[in-house]
């Protein structure tokens, strides 16, 4: 058995590498929509029928368990896919609800009434759709009372990283940072609420300054999915195989992205 980590392109790379790092024992699957990305820019129930595909191409790969990488999935589909659609051994989990355990300093399963907490305001980076859905907000609401939220949809960002155009990418980001101060000129924290964001990472925080602190998910998610596992061993595999990746784009060019952006090797096969 092993854990799947999904996302609609090189995006969850991020969280697989932290998650990997966190959990060396473990077998992952990683599994890229290249083919559909981004999803940022696509209606709920398309982003619905494109993440449920892969999570059965996962199953294929003895995957229980997933991790949707991918905060647009997690907001358009996650409760969907929870609430109706999953057969009862299996479970998908999402990153938006461990990044605001995180910002608001609740461990997991806490669920007292929501309280003030240190952080008042709140930039938002996200995908168009994951920003239109305000998922970040509704749970952020369950947890914090006074938070201030601003949001910039960063349109174009992923579709740039995809590409592999990183010197758009750049200007992007910093575009999308300049905007965002125009509405909220002092943010305390910044969310990069798409894990393609933290391939960028240094130049969002050059670009917010230093005052700024930002969470990027990887490493919440590493220690949430590491958190999760000792409560539910049976989602572990007996022992470590080979990590395997997977995409519905061309394994070529993804894998020369993959290894471009991880600095290390990274072969790709086709779904
Ligand atoms: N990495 C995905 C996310 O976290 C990117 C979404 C997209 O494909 O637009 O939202």
């Known amino acids: 058995m092993a854990v ?11 969280v697989l590498e932290a998650v990997a790092n966190r959990l060396p024992s473990q077998t992952f699957v990683y599994m890229g929509d290249n083919l559909n990305a981004p999803y940022g820019v696509r209606g709920t129930s398309n982003i619905f029928d494109l993440t449920t595909k892969c999570i059965e191409r996962m199953w294929e790969e003895d995957c229980d368990l997933v991790v949707l990488a991918c905060n647009t999935a997690s907001a358009a589909a996650l409760k969907q ?21 995180s910002l ?13 907490v240190d952080v008042k305001n709140v930039a938002l980076f996200a995908t168009p759709s994951t920003v239109a859905s305000r998922a970040f ?12 939220v601003e949001s910039q949809a960063c349109g174009g960002l992923v579709d740039a990283i995809e590409d592999g ?13 300049d905007a965002l101060k125009r509405k909220m000129p002092k943010p305390q924290a910044a969310i990069l609420g798409c894990t393609h964001y933290p391939l960028l990472e240094k130049v969002f925080k050059d670009a917010l300054g230093e005052n700024v602190e930002v969470y990027s998910q990887a490493n919440i998610v590493a220690a949430s999915l590491s958190d999760y596992l000792n409560r539910h061993p049976k989602m572990i595999g007996s022992n470590k195989l080979k990590n395997i990746f ?4 061309d394994p070529v060019i993804i894998s020369r992205r993959a290894t471009q952006f991880l600095r290390r090797s990274v072969e790709f096969i086709s779904a």
């Open 104 to 116: 608001t300093k609740r461990n997991w399963g806490d669920n007292s009434p929501p309280r003030e």
């Open 4 to 14: 799947g980590i999904f996302d609609s392109g090189l995006g969850g790379l991020t």
């Open 246 to 249: 997977i995409t519905t784009g």
């Open 165 to 177: 155009d990183l010197i758009l990418a750049e200007a992007l980001v910093r575009s999308h940072v």
């Open 81 to 101: 896919i929870q609430e109706k659609w999953l057969p009862k051994n299996k479970r998908v989990l999402g990153v938006f609800v461990p990044l605001i355990e």
């Open 137 to 148: 907000q509704r749970e952020l609401a369950f947890r914090a009372i006074g938070v201030d």
